[in-house]
């Protein structure tokens, strides 16, 4: 049972690269969901799941795009990496009120 | 709306202390999920423990004790005796029940043990 797997761990972007951040768990849980962790802001949701097919916007969605065509993946897209998207991501799965969290991805765009 | 406040950005205290880190919460709903992680250097979020909003009883596991008083909105969390292991950043989060999933984080406490 491996949780919540975040890939990469680390990742270097130059601006207006695009990339994803991929997100694995193997718990079926339904809701899975993106947060950014950035110094003083605590972690703010990207983007959430409560089912493959379905997704929603969390409090910054801007500059990301997510989809789940399975319940196991949720991948993170940045179209045009922005400098200002340089953050610490996290990935989570939730089943009732029992959250698991990816080991997170460092991403600096420059 | 909902929302997580937690005032001390950071705090610093000598080993063997003990430390109160506050949480302020604010919701609509009369059903809701309070919860405390913590993030050592490592960076890795640890689920330290969850309430809900019918159960004021106050939790002690340890040295970490909680506080939740509804009547101030507040879910407060103590280490007594406190140790440089436990030099992190520090979480509260909140869950509204009945309605949608989210997590709603506050912004976090840096507590840094001092030797």
């Known amino acids: 049972n491996a949780g919540v797997t975040q890939t990469p761990k680390f990742q270097v972007l130059k601006t207006g690269q695009s990339m994803t951040l991929q997100c694995a768990q193997d718990?079926?849980?339904?809701?899975m969901s993106w947060y950014r962790q950035d110094p003083g802001m605590g972690l703010r949701l990207i983007h959430y799941?409560?089912?493959?097919?379905?997704?929603d916007q969390g409090e910054v969605p801007n500059g990301y795009n997510v989809s789940r065509s399975t319940t196991e993946d949720f991948p993170l897209r940045l179209l045009s990496a922005a400098p200002s998207q340089t953050s610490v991501y996290f990935c989570a799965s939730k089943t009732g009120l029992q959250a698991f969290f990816g080991q997170g991805t460092r991403l600096t765009v420059v | 709306a909902q929302k997580v406040t937690q005032a001390q950005t950071e705090i610093s205290v000598v080993e063997k202390e003990d430390v109160t880190l506050d949480c302020v919460y604010e919701t609509r709903d009369t059903t809701y999920y309070l919860f405390w992680y913590k993030q050592p250097p490592s960076g890795e979020l640890v689920f330290l423990i969850r309430r809900n909003s019918f159960d004021e009883q106050n939790e002690i596991s340890g040295r970490y004790s909680w506080n939740f008083q509804k009547s101030t909105s507040s879910f407060n969390f103590t280490i007594t005796a406190s140790q440089v292991v436990d030099s992190a950043v520090y979480f509260c989060?909140?869950?509204?029940?009945?309605?949608?999933?989210?997590?709603?984080f506050g912004k976090g406490t840096r507590l840094h043990i001092l030797p």
């Open positions: 799941s409560v089912g493959a097919g379905i997704t």
């Open positions: 718990m079926n849980h339904e809701y």
């Open positions: 989060a909140l869950i509204q029940g009945n309605r949608d999933d989210k997590i709603i």
